[in-house]
């Protein structure tokens, strides 16, 4: 059974960092699945962060977090992360890790079969 674990999360200042890891267990092998980061705000949808694909090579970003967020996998560990750096007030929400199946980047929530508990990030003024 495929389990995801976010950690990381916390309560952070504007412009502050935080780095979020998902750690993943029961995936037939961690090289065959597309990874993707989404958040939750109170009264929100399921929000596209960020998305990594297989092989690590390839990543894709929401625009309103594009050159302040990073995403990465290290396979060996079976664990992708999320560098946060700059972060706004308009970050806060609840941060999920989610897997699929898949070779391709993706960045709807329902393209994704496995998710995580999420992990509060909020980023206070």
């Known amino acids: 059974q495929v389990q995801l674990v976010e950690s990381g999360g916390g309560l952070v200042q504007v412009g502050g960092s935080l780095r979020l890891s998902c750690a993943a267990s029961?995936?037939?092998?961690?090289?065959?699945?597309?990874m993707g980061w989404f958040r939750r705000a109170p009264g929100k949808d399921h929000e596209f962060v960020s998305t990594?694909?297989?092989?690590?090579?390839?990543?894709d970003y929401a625009d309103s977090v594009k050159g302040r967020f990073a995403i990465s996998k290290d396979s060996a560990k079976n664990t992708v992360y999320l560098r946060m750096d700059r972060l706004k007030v308009e970050d806060t929400a609840v941060y999920y890790c989610?897997?699929?199946?898949?070779?391709?980047?993706?960045?709807?929530?329902?393209?994704?079969?496995?998710w995580g508990q999420g992990t509060q990030v909020t980023v206070f003024s």
């Open positions: 989610a897997a699929v199946a898949s070779l391709r980047l993706l960045n709807n929530p329902r393209d994704y079969d496995h």
């Open positions: 029961g995936l037939y092998t961690m090289h065959s699945y597309t």
């Open positions: 990594i694909d297989w092989a690590g090579r390839n990543t």
